[in-house]
């Protein structure tokens, strides 16, 4: 059974820094590519972020870029969402997910984790 799971989610002071971990399993990992997706409270579902099968293959919305960086290490099954100088509005639940091929279309995902929560706030 293929699974996502995300870690490293809390509470962060604005301009603070976290690092979000999403551990997979079940499926062939070195195949796909992993998505960042968010969502804010009352907001629609946001992709920000995602990274092929090879590693220098990445993508970023406007709103992270140059703010958030990620990675993978294949060995581990694990793709990383380094995220910086954070801001209220990146306040959201944030979820992992695999795709067997490219992009931040939500829906063309296969599998997702059950997200975890990141607060940005004084």
């Known amino acids: 059974e293929a699974q996502l799971v995300e870690s490293g989610g809390g509470l962060v002071q604005p301009g603070g820094s976290l690092r979000l971990s999403c551990v997979a399993s079940g499926f062939a990992f070195d195949d796909y590519t992993i998505g960042w997706f968010r969502r804010a409270p009352g907001k629609l579902l946001e992709g920000i972020s995602c990274?092929?099968?090879?590693?220098?293959?990445?993508a970023y919305v406007d709103a992270v870029k140059g703010r958030f960086r990620i990675s993978r290490d294949n060995a581990k099954n694990t793709v990383y969402l380094e995220m910086s100088s954070l801001k209220p509005e990146d306040t959201a639940v944030y979820y992992c997910?695999?795709?067997?091929?490219?992009?931040?279309?939500?829906?063309?995902?296969?599998?997702w984790g059950q997200g975890t929560q990141v607060t940005v706030s004084s």
């Open positions: 990274i092929g099968t090879i590693e220098e293959n990445v």
């Open positions: 997910a695999a795709d067997s091929s490219w992009g931040l279309v939500a829906e063309e995902y296969d599998y």
